[in-house]
């Protein structure tokens, strides 16, 4: 399938970039993460795609983060994070003409669904807070069995407000989807994978994953990502 050229989707951004900065973040901001797998002859297609409707989003009106991401070891797997003022803003972004014309060219090329998970924010830093060009992006999907929600809600904010703290991390955040209220997920930046590795060493990072294995309901899933931006 070849890139479409003065479609819906080329139109509708262009639409959508002219419109007025984002406004000031508000208490409490809609995140969601997005997966997205696609067949692995459609890849670089799809990064295309992926660059096109990011542009179009960032100038929509209550629009505070919206990123793209590849995964390093599976280059055909993406991921979206986006933050919006407010669950509203959230919905006008579904109903905009970009992202309908987004999703019309990007399902063809999926070998999986459109895997999308509003959630809210249980540790947000700054929400200005990017990576570098060379920076390594860590996207975590953590599922505890129903019991033990509420203590992995306050382990996650611990193990979020103190990575803020270490050499090296540019973000990290703590998320709670919204339909599955025991469904987790982790949103980090580090400067280098170096300061990765040291993260990862850590005597509260090694306590929290030995008090976090007995409560997992499925593996722990960390994936790592660059921004393809």
Same mark, same amino acid.
């Given at each position: 399938?070849?890139? @479409? ?9 262009? /639409?959508?970039?002219?419109? &007025? ?6 208490p409490q901001p809609a ?8 067949? @692995? &002859? ?8 992926? !660059? ?23 280059? =055909? ?8 003022? %407010? ?7 579904? +109903? ?7 999703? %019309? ?7 999986? @669904?459109? =895997?999308?998970?509003p959630s809210v924010a249980?540790?947000?830093? &700054?929400?200005?807070? +990017? ?11 953590? %599922? ?5 929600? =509420?203590? +992995? ?8 407000? %103190? ?7 540019? !973000? ?19 400067? /280098? ?12 990072? !090694? ?6 294995? @007995?409560?997992?309901? +499925?593996?722990y899933d960390d994936r ?6």
């Amino acid at each position: 399938m070849k890139m @479409p050229c003065g479609a819906l989707l080329t139109a509708a951004i262009l /639409t959508a970039v002219a419109v &007025s900065p984002a406004p000031a973040q508000g208490p409490q901001p809609a995140v969601v993460v997005t997966y997205i797998e696609v067949a @692995p &002859s459609a890849a670089a297609e799809a990064a295309a795609l992926l !660059r096109l409707v990011a542009a179009a989003s960032r100038g929509e009106t209550g629009n505070l983060r919206f990123e793209v991401l590849q995964q390093i070891e599976r280059t =055909d797997h993406f991921a979206i994070l986006e933050a919006w003022t %407010d669950s509203k803003a959230f919905e006008s972004h579904g +109903a905009a003409a970009a992202s309908k014309a987004f999703r %019309d060219w990007i399902k063809p090329l999926q070998v999986g @669904p459109y =895997d999308e998970r509003p959630s809210v924010a249980l540790s947000l830093g &700054s929400i200005g807070a +990017a990576g570098s060009g060379g920076s390594i992006y860590v996207v975590t999907h953590v %599922d505890v069995t129903g019991n033990f929600k =509420d203590e +992995a809600i306050v382990m996650l904010r611990k193990l979020a407000e %103190d990575g803020r703290k270490e050499p090296g991390a540019a !973000r990290f955040e703590a998320w709670q989807q919204g339909n599955r209220a025991n469904h987790f997920t982790l949103n980090e930046i580090w400067a /280098t994978e170096a300061a990765l590795e040291d993260h990862l060493a850590t005597a509260a990072v !090694r306590e929290f994953r030995e008090q976090l294995g @007995p409560k997992n309901g +499925a593996l722990y899933d960390d994936r790592r990502y660059k921004n393809i931006e």
